[in-house]
């Protein structure tokens, strides 16, 4: 696959898995609609890394070291942020 592809299939997980998140969250099954929410960070900065670095991406599912190592600019609050989603994956 080139680069294109990978960053589309990314993107396109990153969606679907949005979609799963919001309709969780409306059936009110919140445990599971925070799982899929960082599902779909985690699959957006996947296809951030391929774009910005044209490499395999990380088998990790930390979002701060993901968004670091695609080398997105963040600022502390957004850190917080990462670090308290990355919570939500387990």
Do not use: C
């Not at 080139?2 to 969780?24: C, G």
């Amino acid at each position: 696959m080139n680069q294109k592809a990978i960053i589309d299939f990314w993107a396109s997980e990153a969606e679907e898995s949005l979609h799963v998140a919001d309709h969780l969250f409306e059936k009110k099954d919140y445990s599971y609609a925070l799982f899929f929410g960082h599902l779909a960070v985690e699959k957006i900065l996947k296809a951030v890394f391929v774009k910005n670095k044209n490499e395999a991406v990380p088998r990790s599912h930390n979002l701060l070291r993901l968004a670091k190592e695609a080398n997105i600019e963040i600022t502390e609050e957004q850190k917080h942020t990462l670090i308290r989603i990355t919570a939500f994956n387990l």
